[in-house]
């Protein structure tokens, strides 16, 4: 069965330096793969989607990358503030594009000032 | 906010009772999706909707009964759950299936507990 792990259930870093986050993956050939911060208490919010032949995305501060060949996506988060801290969450489709997800369970990101 | 609202936001409920969760988006979306959130858990997702048919049920126990009577609109009804089922029951929707923008928008969840 296909399976997502995400690195460490939990990484503190200090304020100002780059958060990478990973996420690792078997079994399966995704059309794409997505991140989504999630607050306490709060539903999940989508922050990128990269697709299987894309290398690199970048939106602001974020910048994902995506090596089908390792199956593995890693997630940076650079100049890193304390509004940063969340959970962060990566999805892959698996199936070809029709939106059906499976999820990681998370990396709680703690940004220290 | 993020255009999709669910009611109620907190529920505790006996396992003989039957109750009743509310999704409602008002983005224009034509899919719709019900996810388990547990604790040290990853989401799960549970069913898919796609222009008001259901188009995945992931192997979801029957006491979980979804209904979309539009594509706006999305139930989940519950009845003699059991209490392995507390957690938090999100709501997403996003555009069909195989479209162009694939991301899906989250509501607050309705934290769920059964006594």
């Known amino acids: 069965s296909q399976k997502i792990e995400q690195n460490s259930e939990a990484l503190n870093i200090q304020e100002g330096k780059t958060a990478t986050l990973t996420c690792n993956y078997t079994?399966?050939?995704?059309?794409?793969l997505q991140w989504y911060r999630q607050d306490p208490g709060r539903g999940p919010v989508f922050l990128l989607l990269?697709?299987?032949?894309?290398k690199e995305k970048r939106k602001e501060r974020l910048k994902v990358t995506f090596d089908t060949t390792l199956k593995q996506s890693l997630f940076h988060i650079t100049a890193s503030q304390p509004a940063d801290s969340a959970t962060y969450l990566c999805a892959l489709d698996i199936s070809g594009g029709y939106n059906k997800l499976i999820f990681g369970a998370g990396t709680r990101l703690a940004v220290h000032p | 906010e993020t255009g999709v609202t669910q009611t109620p936001r907190h529920l505790v409920m006996g396992m003989t009772n039957k109750k009743s969760l509310k999704c409602e988006q008002h983005l224009g979306h034509n899919a719709m999706y019900w996810y388990k959130q547990s604790a040290k858990k990853p989401l799960e997702l549970m069913f898919v909707?796609?222009?008001?048919?259901?188009?995945e049920n992931n192997s979801v126990p029957s006491r979980f009964s979804p209904e979309c009577p539009n594509s706006s609109h999305l139930f989940l009804h519950l009845h003699t759950l059991q209490p392995e089922d507390s957690a938090l029951y999100l709501c997403?929707?996003?555009?069909?299936?195989?479209?162009?923008?694939?991301?899906?928008?989250f509501g607050p969840g309705t934290r769920l507990t059964v006594l």
């Open positions: 909707y796609n222009f008001k048919e259901q188009t």
């Open positions: 997403a929707s996003s555009q069909p299936s195989g479209g162009v923008d694939n991301e899906q928008f």
């Open positions: 990269i697709r299987e032949n894309e």
């Open positions: 079994n399966y050939s995704p059309a794409y």
